[in-house]
């Protein structure tokens, strides 16, 4: 059984089209997360929700949108595509939003070619 | 949150034990030392985590002075498999927990 994952695992498109990532975990986790890891493969966090509710939002741009409708999914739309947002993007998720002995537990990725 | 520094690349053999050192010299009281595996095209997986002495799992060690200043992860008897990036983490036991990542040491097992 898969903890957390990611559809569609590949994304091809083209510059100013809008894309959805989906994410879902069956761990029970009240808490989910979105990573990009950029072609250096710094790994940079993007948002955090706890219970729905969003809890962190780094400096990321306004065309990337996370909708979460349930504690199990965590999906990210994102508008008119750039070069820029070429990178794998992860999903995690972990049982409560607090504590750093708290483990997140990370889905296969997305891979996404803006061209 | 404190700034971790490891090395950026090491290479060993197959059942050699590998030893990854992070310095950590503005650890936090309430900072968790953290590691974390990424193979290729996979998401991070977690390994260990201690606050001071030594932790041992399944998987690896990892030792930690009294100063917490740094850290050793141990992994014994690599195999071709253990070939990833490991990254060391001090994580903060505060709400919104928010795990920031480094550059990580890329670990190269070879035959």
């Known amino acids: 059984d898969t903890a957390v994952s990611q559809t569609p695992k590949y994304l091809v498109t083209q510059m100013g089209n809008d894309k959805s990532i989906k994410c879902e975990q069956n761990?029970?986790?009240?808490?989910m997360y979105w990573y990009k890891q950029d072609s250096k493969k710094f790994l940079k966090i993007m948002f955090s929700?706890?219970?729905?509710?969003?809890?962190i939002n780094e400096t990321v741009p306004n065309r990337f949108s996370p909708k979460s409708p349930d504690k199990a999914h965590l999906n990210l739309h994102i508008n008119s595509l750039e070069l820029g947002d070429s990178a794998v993007y992860f999903c995690?998720?972990?049982?409560?939003?607090?504590?750093?002995?708290?483990?997140?537990?990370f889905g296969p990725g997305t891979r996404l070619t803006v061209l | 949150l404190a700034k971790t520094t490891q090395p950026i690349s090491m290479d060993s053999y197959e059942g050699q034990e590998v030893n990854i050192t992070c310095s950590h010299n503005?650890?936090?009281?309430?900072?968790?030392i953290t590691w974390y595996q990424q193979f290729p095209s996979q998401g991070p997986r977690f390994i260990i985590q201690?606050?001071?002495t030594k932790v041992t799992n399944e998987v690896a060690s990892l030792f930690i002075p009294a100063d917490r200043k740094s850290s050793t992860l141990s992994l014994p008897r690599v195999s071709l498999s253990d070939t990833a990036v490991y990254y060391c983490?001090?994580?903060?036991?505060?709400?919104?927990?928010?795990?920031?990542f480094g550059s990580g040491t890329r670990l190269s097992i070879r035959p």
């Open positions: 995690a998720s972990s049982l409560t939003a607090g504590g750093g002995t708290d483990t997140q537990y």
């Open positions: 761990l029970g986790h009240d808490t």
């Open positions: 929700y706890n219970n729905k509710e969003l809890i």
């Open positions: 503005n650890i936090a009281t309430n900072d968790y």
């Open positions: 201690g606050y001071k």
């Open positions: 983490l001090l994580l903060r036991d505060s709400s919104a927990s928010k795990i920031i």
